[in-house]
């Protein structure tokens, strides 16, 4: 299976030192974030949750994100803190809303560090760079580590599973790949792991850049 290019070694120091922070998390700076924002307030996300930022990278949400949310609400993890940290010094506008201790660098779904009580937690474009297994990991940890979790978003690419073997193009245009980067799943997969988590799942046909879907995963206990 071959990696995904956020996992190579060098990949963040190399294009940090380009300048290309914005470029890296898939671009369409603006036009992402101002889908990211509406996509949450249009599935009932309130100021006064807290909310934890999955793959945040250079915060092109959280630029967003940490003004409308109430004050000490938002917390980060991405697998570079650079990232994050070149976001908030660069991106946000209103730094002492923002405490860069809560951004932190988590490469593997463990969560460390991020309070019991988050309400919300959202990972946008994370898993169609990588494998069905981390997607699974951030699953279980998400519901064992949060306990107060309300929802879980994430989106996905999906294929339909009689064309899962081979590369499928999106409604964007993206062509994904059930072995390599982008990925695409089978939705069954998808709803399989989350109830094997612990969460009841529903799939959003919300039309997200590229031909993402918005899956949306809420504890059953």
């Known amino acids: 299976m071959a990696i995904s290019p956020y996992l190579k ?26 889908i990211q ?6 599935v009932g996300v309130r100021p006064s949750d807290r909310f934890l930022d999955i793959g945040a990278g ?48 988590d490469a593997d779904f463990a969560f460390p560090g991020i309070p019991e009580d988050i309400d919300v937690a959202l990972a946008f474009a994370v898993f169609t760079h990588l494998p069905l297994a981390s997607l699974a990991a951030a699953l279980h940890s998400a519901h064992k580590r949060l306990p107060h979790l309300r929802m879980l978003l994430f989106t996905v690419f999906l294929a339909p599973a009689d ?6 193009r999106q409604k964007d245009g993206v062509v994904t790949h059930p072995d390599r980067t982008p990925f695409h799943f089978r939705e069954a997969d998808v709803t399989r792991l989350a109830h094997e988590a612990g969460f009841s799942f529903e799939v959003r046909s919300d039309r997200l850049p590229r031909g ?9 206990d």
Request: proline fraction near 4%.
């Open 58 to 105: 250079s915060l092109r949400l959280g630029c967003r994100l940490v003004p409308w949310l109430e004050a000490g609400n938002y917390w980060a993890t991405d697998a570079s803190r650079d990232l994050m940290l070149r976001g908030y010094e660069l991106e946000l506008a209103d730094k002492p809303r923002l405490d860069p201790a809560r951004l932190i660098e």
């Open 163 to 168: 064309g899962f073997a081979q590369s499928h």
């Open 9 to 34: 070694l060098g990949f963040y120091e190399d294009a940090l030192a380009k300048g290309r922070h914005r470029d890296i998390v898939g671009g369409r700076w603006d036009e992402t974030g101002r």
């Open 37 to 42: 924002m509406r996509m949450l307030e249009e």
């Open 212 to 220: 993402q879907v918005l899956c949306i995963a809420r504890p059953k």
